[in-house]
């Protein structure tokens, strides 16, 4: 059993860095998201209204994007649960 929870860990340790990796690379697109809102504040000649759509547009993407890594987070926090409650019961 313990070399099955050990596997089971190294599988965690594995998709846990890939997951890292997955954020750092999707850094440069929090970065470009950041330069678009700071264009929020309008074109010339642009009405308010055409500037109320793209700011409700930018903060549905970026809503939508938060919120994946908020369920990202919850299942990489609920998969070490899992192995913590496993590792504990197995320690006793």
Sequence with gaps: MERQL???????????????????????????????????????????????ERGTAVSRSLTGYLSQLAELEMALADQMEVILREWKRQEE
């Design 6 to 52: 050990s596997e089971m860990l190294r599988h965690v340790a594995q998709t846990q860095w890939k997951v890292a990796d997955l954020l750092a690379a999707e850094q440069p697109l929090a970065d470009q998201a950041a330069t678009f809102l700071g264009a929020l504040s309008g074109l010339p000649g642009e009405s308010q209204e055409e500037r109320r």
